[in-house]
C-alpha cells in the first residue's frame, strides 16, 4: 500500500502503479455478494472495492462509467481527484 499526500497530486490527478499494491483492497458487504450498485452498471458516483491512503485518511474510490469508459477518483474537501 502506497500512502499518497497532497504533493503527489499534479492537475487533480496522482498516478498509481498498481491498483494492486498501491490501493487498498475493501469491498462492501453487497459487493462481496456479487451485487451490483445500479441495475445497468453505469452511474456517476459508484462505490469501488478500493480505498487509497491520502494525507494518513482512507478515503473510498468511486468511479463514473459510462458506456465502455469509466474513470476513477476520490473526494477531498469537495475536491474530485482523479486515479490514473
Not at 499494491?21 to 453487497?30: F, G, K, N, S, T
Not at 462481496?32 to 441495475?39: E, F, N, Y
Not at 453505469?42 to 462505490?47: D, H, P, Q, T
Request: aromatic share 16%.
Amino acid at each position: 500500500m502506497t500512502k499518497y499526500s497532497t504533493q503527489d497530486v499534479n492537475r487533480n490527478t496522482i498516478n498509481t502503479n498498481s491498483y494492486h499494491q498501491d490501493l487498498i483492497y475493501a469491498p462492501l458487504e453487497w459487493q462481496k455478494r456479487g451485487r451490483q450498485q445500479t441495475a445497468s452498471g453505469y452511474g456517476s458516483k459508484l462505490n469501488t472495492g478500493y480505498k487509497i491512503d491520502f494525507n494518513n485518511k482512507q478515503y473510498r474510490v468511486y468511479c463514473t462509467c459510462y458506456s465502455n469508459s469509466g474513470s476513477c477518483w476520490f473526494q477531498v474537501k469537495g475536491q474530485k481527484i482523479f486515479v490514473h
